[in-house]
Structures are given as C-alpha cells and as structure tokens.
C-alpha cells in the first residue's frame, strides 16, 4: 500500500511566520505535489515536482516555495504566513506512467492567525 | 474561469439505488479524465478514470461515462451502499500546459441513506 505522510494534522501559525509543511511518500514515486483545499473552490495545485530538485509552479503559487532534495520528501514552504493561507494543505505523490493516479495524504490543517 | 464544474454541491441516494454524480468542462484540450473520493479527515482517493477515447469505462460498481461533444462526464455507481457516502471530485487534465497537472472540481457531497 502506498502511503503519504504529513509532518502534521494540525498548526498553528502566526502571521509573518516562516511555515515550514512536510510530506514523505514511501513508494518511490518520481511525482509530488501540493494542493490547498478551500470551501468551495476545490483543490487547486501549488507546485510540483517530477525529480529530484525539480520543480514547476501550479495554479496558485504565489507567497510558496517548495523544497525536494531526496526523492521521498517534498517540503512547502510558506516564507511569511498570512490569514489568507489558512487552509488545508494536501500532498499527493504518483508514478510517472499514471501522474495522474495520484495518492494523497490526510492533509495538514494549516491557520494563521 | 472555472473549467472543471461539478454543479451539484450535495446529492442524496437511497441504499441499493443507482447514484449520478454529474461534471462538465469547458477546455477541449483536456483528454484524461479521473474521479476521486474523500472520507472527512483523509485525502482524496482515486476511484476511476478514463481517457477521450473512451466513452465509458467500468470497474466493479463505477461507471464513467464521458461524452466529449457535450463536454460531459458522469460517474455512477450501482449499487449504492452507505460506505459510499463521501465527497467525490471530478478532475481532469490534458494536452497543452503542464502534462502534470490536474484540473479539480469543487466537489459533491454524496450521501447514501440506509
């Protein structure tokens, strides 16, 4: 069974705050990505990365950036948390012939207060 | 621009009855369809998918459908049981752009009452 693993199910944050979001996937999957999910809108697409150092921006990826030094762990970094990116964060992994089958992990509830 | 819509928010099915999740696209470009499923408190699943070549695909209780010259696809399931209560998402991706990225809708809440 694939799974995907974030650091946390819930946190806290202050505004102004560097937010650091971890996500391990243990099925050697070449793809990650992160995704936001808010009432409403969804699931839209941060970044993502298809290796190793590589990566390409999703829909909204303004005020995130994103880390993947070893192939089982893509980071997200908010550089300085606002209200506005309160919401859950969600990281996917998939295999390079089914990018799109993708395998979720329970999400990270993030608020900024 | 919304171009992946699921314009149900919540639908509501008796057990044992055949539940119709609709979603329409409005980018010609896309040509992979999938859907996915969300208990509360977990990720989405993936459940089914199909590509434009197809205009139906099966898996156990789940059928897809699509119909590409309405810009169209509808995911039923047959049975209906109420494990199957969750909120499913239409997703979709396709040529032009990132081949990585997947286009989300907002989602249906199915619930199936017993």
């Known amino acids: 069974d694939v799974k995907v693993t974030q650091s946390s199910r819930y946190l806290v944050k202050r505004t102004g705050e560097k937010v650091f979001l971890e996500c391990v996937q243990d099925?050697?999957?070449?793809?990650m990505f992160w995704y936001r999910q808010d009432p409403g809108l969804g699931l839209r697409l941060i970044y993502f990365s298809y290796d190793v150092k590589m990566k390409e921006k999703g829909d909204i990826p303004e005020g995130y950036s994103v880390s993947r030094e070893k192939k089982e762990r893509f980071s997200l970094i908010l550089e300085s948390a606002s209200t506005n990116q309160t919401s859950m964060y969600l990281c996917?992994?998939?295999?390079?012939?089914?990018?799109?089958?993708?395998?979720f992990g329970p999400g990270t509830r993030l608020t900024v207060t | 621009d919304q171009q992946v819509k699921q314009n149900s928010p919540s639908l509501s099915v008796q057990e044992g009855r055949i539940s119709i999740l609709n979603c329409d696209y409005t980018?010609?470009?896309?040509?992979?369809f999938l859907w996915y499923k969300k208990y509360p408190a977990e990720g989405p699943t993936f459940l089914i998918s199909i590509s434009s070549i197809k205009d139906k695909n099966e898996d156990g209780r789940f059928t897809v459908f699509l119909n590409k010259s309405a810009k169209h696809l509808s995911l039923h399931i047959v049975p209906s049981q109420p494990g199957d209560s969750a909120v499913y998402f239409c997703?979709?991706?396709?040529?032009?752009?990132?081949?990585?990225?997947?286009?989300f809708g907002k989602g249906t809440l199915l619930t199936v009452n017993p």
């Open positions: 980018n010609s470009m896309f040509d992979y």
């Open positions: 996917a992994s998939s295999l390079p012939g089914k990018r799109w089958e993708q395998y």
């Open positions: 099925m050697d999957h070449e793809n």
């Open positions: 997703a979709a991706s396709g040529k032009g752009g990132s081949n990585y990225k997947l286009t």
